[in-house]
């Protein structure tokens, strides 16, 4: 059973406009929310985080909001740019020490011209 | 610069052999993790070790093993290659902060024939 979900296998966005990617998670334990992002023949490098006891988190073009009640997250693009273009995962952890870090299956975002 | 290295870019072994995929981290991180990327099932986790000699069984932990004598290398190891097990294999590793990220090195893509 998959513990973080990622609905949208792909996503397709005008440049200059806004991408939102989503992300569903069930386990209520998890407090610590992670966004990556995946060019091909690369590994995932870190793209903004949130703690569970905020509800959105800013990093420039990049915002992730968190939705506790229904057990959301999403990822706001504003503008998308070329170099969006790529696989974003969500990943969710619980925020002790030994703790493992799960994936979803990812959403592979186009951003056209 | 951080750096998690993974020691082959590409590999392709034949069914029944004995595989070893070697992972070496420069940042002294606690917790280091083996997954595998396949289309569709974004990364799962295989193994996660948050120590040396620890080691946790992820969400696909069947036909792996690992071994982490020193902390700074993780070795995932394919006991009887089959070709269900060609994927694309990614190491991280992270800090044991409730809110660290996790740094990927650039995967390996296994083809077992």
């Known amino acids: 059973d998959q513990q973080v979900k990622q609905n949208s296998p792909s996503l397709s966005v005008q440049e200059g406009r806004i991408s939102i990617l989503n992300c569903d998670y069930t386990n209520s334990m998890f407090d610590y929310f992670l966004w990556y992002k995946k060019y091909p023949a690369e590994g995932p490098t870190f793209l903004i985080s949130?703690?569970?006891?905020?509800d959105k988190n800013e990093d420039g073009r990049f915002t992730v909001f968190l939705n506790k009640s229904a057990k959301h997250l999403s990822l706001h693009i504003v503008p998308s740019q070329p170099g969006d273009s790529a696989v974003y995962f969500c990943a969710a952890s619980v925020g002790s020490s030994a703790s493992k870090i799960i994936f979803g299956s990812g959403t592979r975002l186009s951003i056209r011209p | 610069d951080v750096k998690v290295t993974q020691s082959s870019r590409y590999l392709v072994k034949r069914t029944g052999e004995k595989v070893f995929l070697e992972c070496v981290q420069d940042?002294?991180?606690?917790?280091m993790f083996w997954y595998r990327q396949d289309p569709g099932l974004g990364l799962r986790l295989i193994y996660f070790s948050y120590d040396v000699k620890m080691k946790e069984k992820g969400d696909i932990p069947e036909g792996y093993s690992v071994s982490r004598e020193k902390k700074e290398r993780f070795s995932l190891i394919l006991e009887s290659a089959s070709t269900n097990q060609t994927s694309m294999y990614l190491c991280a590793s992270s800090t044991q902060d409730p809110d660290a990220e996790a740094f990927f090195g650039q995967g390996t893509r296994l083809t077992v024939v």
């Open positions: 940042m002294d991180h606690e917790n």
């Open positions: 949130i703690s569970s006891i905020k």
